[in-house]
């Protein structure tokens, strides 16, 4: 399903088959006619300067292409500068160097950030606009996110400005980042070392100044019209009082759209939607509070009627709530004990959505949960169907669904909306018929009870010649971070890593905590200021429910896990005694050196939860560690600093604990290569006492 692109007439689609690009009818799955001729590609830029263009013909053929909303233009990206190529072979255009480039809807303008400014761009003829003009200095960035918000608002996306419907407006973030802390990263791979500064705001440090503007771009002169926070408000932000985040921005749809905007306290207990029209002051549509934070609802979705439907907790769950146009609830449309996750079709009167269930009959965040109507609340059926990923057509006429299995790849099937079509037909099956030469372990899904009666998701890996009557060591990964759940129907790419694990003779073992179920704010809510703790006290659960099994080597009992799970790693090996080992990758080590956005969203202030920041930290318990432990970290990890790892081993140190150690110089977060996994694998090996 990722590799198809509906076209707007919702009867056919784009495929890549054998290295081309085909426009493929919906209903037949015949190939049309071949959507892209990259010798037009290679016309429609013939003459334009600094092209390579012997480099050009291959970077054409590679078939992935970034369209303008009508399909006609093509943006490509050439020796670090921006093009537009047309299908019919017509001239294109240079563009220069862009940031996060964006079509309007009307396919007419490309927005753009270049040098930390908002710009437009005509797509017929590349004429440049530029719409702001104090950004790149100072610390100042319009369109274009800082990091903490790139990292933690917008989902490691960078764009901050957003096109009207009617492609007349841009909204856009103004960033203000000159009383944020700065964190140097040094790069040593040449001669002369260099340092990379990043506005990295840590809990309790001033958070970067948003502001949130909007401009015309049909005016000959453009200018930015800031929206909010009022004047008054801005100098206070910078002195780091009563501040705020923008957590999303959009377009209320109509004849003359309006922006809109969240608005979250820095703690993020309170949530305020703010539309903002030409009065002089934005009304209120929405304001929700609660006692600990409120995760982002999510877009609206606008109704003909003005009204909007949004995602918001209800009752421990998150629901899908009816708004009239004047932003005042009406009812839940849906109630239960599940979370909605998405809501993925309106027609009319009636929706259909996902929902991850509670009662135990699926932990899937893409259950197809069927067919409700938003004029009548009430608890809905669940459906009986397997779990499935569904994507609709841009008319609504056909959804495409991937049905999952932990058994193998996902199958996808066409089907027609309209009962009258009789459409449905195989798409893909996905057979892996070279895996069928291999012998593999047995995978099978199983549920833990905690000591405070949750029924913990978990996932078992069995050795290829298992017996119960032999004794295996176990090795547990985990992530464990707020509601991010690693075990999801699906294959999963066939778990490799763990199938490599129990040919060594190993069980592996993988499991959620509570608070990272994804089974709503009902079980999330429990790592709120003590993140660490709850999870340890699950993962303690899980060792003495394998402590049971008649195979089960308890004294060998190993966890790993990167990020939040390397955090929880280090948390275990210094706050209990039931690991022998374990491998900590990028871990925090104290909450109060990561971002301030993240953390407080859990933690709160240090200053109002010292006792929970101490509790919580691997800093100081280093004199307790138990086990051996290997800490890996990237040393420009510019997400959780190497910092982290470094206070750490000094504490260890200190302490006359030992330790092992294993640092990449040029990664970041996410350690690319073989040389990490191998060097898992190798600790693995010899630390559960197993021969290779």
């Given at each position: 399903m990722d590799d198809i692109t509906w076209l707007p007439d919702g009867e056919h689609w784009l495929q890549v088959k054998e290295?081309?690009?085909?426009?493929?009818?919906?209903?037949?799955?015949?190939?049309?006619?071949?959507?892209?001729?990259?010798?037009?590609?290679?016309?429609?830029?013939?003459?334009?300067?600094?092209?390579?263009?012997?480099?050009?013909?291959?970077?054409?053929?590679?078939?992935?292409?970034?369209?303008?909303?009508?399909?006609?233009?093509?943006?490509?990206?050439?020796?670090?500068?921006?093009?537009?190529?047309?299908?019919?072979?017509?001239?294109?255009?240079?563009?220069?160097?862009?940031?996060?480039?964006?079509?309007?809807?009307?396919?007419?303008?490309?927005?753009?950030?270049?040098?930390?400014?908002?710009?437009?761009?005509?797509?017929?003829?590349?004429?440049?606009?530029?719409?702001?003009?104090?950004?790149?200095?100072?610390?100042?960035?319009?369109?274009k996110a800082d990091w903490i918000y790139e990292e933690e608002i917008f989902h490691r996306k960078g764009q901050a400005y957003w096109w009207s419907p009617d492609s007349k407006q841009i909204a856009f973030l103004r960033f203000d980042d000159s009383e944020v802390p700065k964190f140097a990263l040094t790069h040593n791979g040449e001669l002369h070392s260099t340092v990379e500064n990043i506005s990295y705001p840590k809990p309790g440090d001033k958070n970067p100044t948003v502001q949130l503007g909007v401009v015309d771009v049909t005016e000959i002169q453009p200018k930015v019209k800031l929206l909010w926070p009022p004047e008054g408000a801005i100098a206070r932000q910078k002195a780091g009082i009563d501040q705020v985040i923008i957590s999303r921005v959009g377009w209320v749809p109509g004849k003359e759209p309006v922006p809109?905007?969240?608005?979250?306290?820095?703690?993020?207990?309170?949530?305020?939607?703010?539309?903002?029209?030409?009065?002089?002051?934005?009304?209120?549509?929405?304001?929700?509070?609660?006692?600990?934070?409120?995760?982002?609802?999510?877009?609206?979705?606008?109704?003909?009627?003005?009204?909007?439907?949004?995602?918001?907790?209800?009752?421990?769950?998150?629901?899908?709530?009816?708004?009239?146009?004047?932003?005042?609830?009406?009812?839940?449309?849906?109630?239960?004990?599940?979370d909605v996750k998405a809501i993925t079709k309106i027609g009319g009167d009636v929706l259909a959505y996902f929902v991850c269930r509670t009662d135990g009959s699926t932990i899937d965040r893409h259950r197809f949960a069927g067919i409700s109507r938003?004029?009548?609340?009430?608890?809905?059926?669940?459906?009986?169907?397997?779990?499935?990923?569904?994507?609709?057509?841009?008319?609504?006429?056909y959804a495409l669904r991937q049905y999952l299995s932990d058994k193998g790849p996902s199958a996808t099937w066409l089907h027609g909306e309209d009962p009258l079509r009789h459409v449905s037909r195989l798409l893909d099956s996905n057979p892996t018929y070279e895996r069928e030469k291999y012998r593999f372990g047995k995978y099978e899904r199983t549920k833990i009870t905690t000591r405070d009666g949750f029924e913990m998701e978990a996932a078992i890996t069995y050795p290829p010649d298992f017996h119960e009557l032999n004794k295996y060591p176990i090795w547990m990964l985990t992530y464990g971070g707020p509601n991010a759940p690693t075990i999801k129907d699906g294959w999963a790419g066939g778990r490799v890593f763990e199938q490599i694990l129990a040919a060594q003779g190993i069980v592996v073992v993988r499991v959620d905590p509570q608070s990272a179920s994804g089974k709503g704010m009902v079980n999330t809510k429990v790592c709120y200021k003590q993140l660490g703790v709850k999870e340890l006290q699950d993962l303690e659960d899980a060792v003495d429910w394998l402590a049971k099994k008649p195979w089960a080597d308890t004294k060998r009992v190993g966890l790993s896990?990167?990020?939040?799970?390397?955090?929880?790693?280090?948390?275990?090996?210094?706050?209990?005694?039931?690991?022998?080992?374990?491998?900590?990758?990028?871990?925090?080590?104290?909450?109060?050196?990561?971002?301030?956005?993240?953390?407080?969203?859990y933690m709160g202030l240090p200053s109002e939860n010292k006792e929970g920041y101490d509790k919580t930290s691997v800093i100081k318990a280093a004199k307790d560690l138990h086990g051996e432990l290997l800490i890996v970290h990237g040393l420009v990890d510019d997400n959780v600093h190497a910092q982290n790892s470094l206070q750490l081993i000094a504490a260890m140190q200190k302490a006359g604990k030992d330790f092992e150690v294993m640092v990449y110089p040029d990664d970041r977060h996410g350690i690319a290569g073989l040389h990490y996994p191998q060097t898992m694998l190798k600790f693995i090996v010899r630390t559960m006492g197993v021969k290779r």
């Open positions: 290295g081309k690009l085909w426009k493929i009818e919906a209903r037949t799955g015949r190939a049309v006619s071949q959507f892209v001729d990259p010798k037009k590609l290679m016309l429609s830029l013939t003459n334009l300067p600094e092209i390579d263009y012997k480099k050009l013909p291959k970077e054409l053929a590679v078939p992935r292409y970034t369209f303008d909303p009508t399909f006609k233009a093509i943006l490509i990206h050439h020796d670090k500068s921006h093009y537009i190529a047309f299908r019919d072979g017509k001239n294109g255009c240079k563009l220069g160097e862009c940031e996060i480039p964006t079509f309007s809807p009307d396919g007419e303008l490309l927005a753009f950030v270049r040098g930390g400014n908002l710009w437009v761009a005509e797509v017929a003829n590349g004429n440049p606009m530029q719409l702001t003009y104090d950004g790149g200095k100072n610390d100042i960035l319009n369109g809109f905007a969240y608005i979250q306290d820095r703690k993020q207990s309170f949530l305020t939607m703010l539309k903002f029209t030409k009065a002089v002051r934005p009304e209120y549509y929405l304001h929700k509070t609660s006692q600990m934070w409120i995760d982002d609802p999510g877009e609206p979705h606008w109704l003909k009627d003005g009204s909007f439907l949004i995602l918001l907790e209800h009752e421990g769950h998150k629901q899908i709530c009816l708004f009239d146009k004047n932003g005042k609830f009406q009812h839940h449309v849906t109630a239960g004990d599940y938003v004029n009548t609340p009430g608890k809905i059926p669940y459906s009986n169907e397997q779990s499935t990923k569904v994507t609709y057509s841009p008319n609504g006429e896990g990167h990020s939040f799970g390397g955090f929880l790693t280090a948390f275990a090996l210094t706050h209990s005694k039931k690991f022998s080992a374990g491998i900590a990758g990028a871990p925090v080590t104290d909450w109060r050196l990561y971002d301030s956005i993240y953390t407080e969203r």
